[in-house]
C-alpha cells in the first residue's frame, strides 16, 4: 500500500472512529490536544496525509483505539490489553481543594445530560454543616476541601445548559432523617436544616436538577456518575474507576435509566417530600 492509500485509509478509520465516539473535530482535537486545524487536514477529502507518531498516539489514546488499526496493520482495533488499558482506567482522588478528575469531568459534560448515583446524599445539595461533619475524621479529603470541590460543581448546576439528574434510594433519605449509621452522632438540628435547605433547592433547580427516590428493597446500586456519553466512573473511595468505552457508558446509562423508571418518589415530587420528612425530625 503506498503512502496516498495509506493516508485514505487512515482518514476513513478515523472518521469510524469520530462516529462510534459520537465525537467531532473540535472534541477530538480538545482532548488530543491537537490544533482543530490538524484534525480538519487529516479529514479532508482533498489532500489526505498522515500524522506524526506523536499526532498518531494522542489520536489513538483520544479515540480508544490502536495506532495500529487507524493506520490499516491490522483488522482489530486494538490488542485486549491495550483495549482494557484505554477503556479502563483509574484515577487517584486528590487531596487538592478541588478534586480536579471530578470536576473535569463535570465541565467536559455541561451542556448534556449528567447521571448521577451518590454514595449517600448528594454532595452537590448538601448544607456546609453536614461536609464538615462527614469530612471532620481520618479521609482522604479534609472540610475545608469537600466544601470548596461541592462549590465549584454547584456552581456548574447554575448554568442555563445543566442538565443533571440524581438517583438515590428513598431509605437513605430516610435514614439521614433519623440519623442512621453514618449520621448517628450528627445533629438533629443539623440534619433538619440540611433537609430544609435541599427542599427548596430541589424546587429551585428543577428541571436542570432532577432527584429521583426509588426504593432501596427493590433496587440497589453502587455510586458512580456518567458523564453524557463519553466516560461513566464508578466510585471505590479513594479511586474511580473510568471507562470510555461507548458499550461499558451505555451500560451505566441504562442502570440508571432502570433506576428512574422505578422511582417511589419522581423528580418533581423530591422537594416537597424532603421538606415534609424535615418535619418528622
Known sequence: MDKRDRADLFRERLMLALRERDMNRSELARTAHLDRSTVSQLLSDDTPRLPNGQALASIATALGVSSDWLLGLTTHKGAAAEILDQAVQVAETERHPVDEHLLAWYRDAVGVKIRHVPANLPDVLKTEAVLSYEYSGETFRTPGQAITG???????????????????????????????????DLAADVRREQLLVMGPNLDELYPSLRLHLFGATDRFSAPFTVFGKKWAALYLGQRYLAFSNTRHVQLFSSHFDDLVRHAVVRSHEAGEFVVKLADTI
Open 150 to 184: 461541592t462549590r465549584d460543581q454547584r456552581a456548574l448546576l447554575h448554568r442555563a445548559e445543566t442538565d443533571m439528574e440524581i438517583a438515590l434510594s428513598k431509605e437513605a433519605l430516610e435514614g439521614f432523617a433519623r440519623g442512621e449509621g453514618l449520621w448517628i
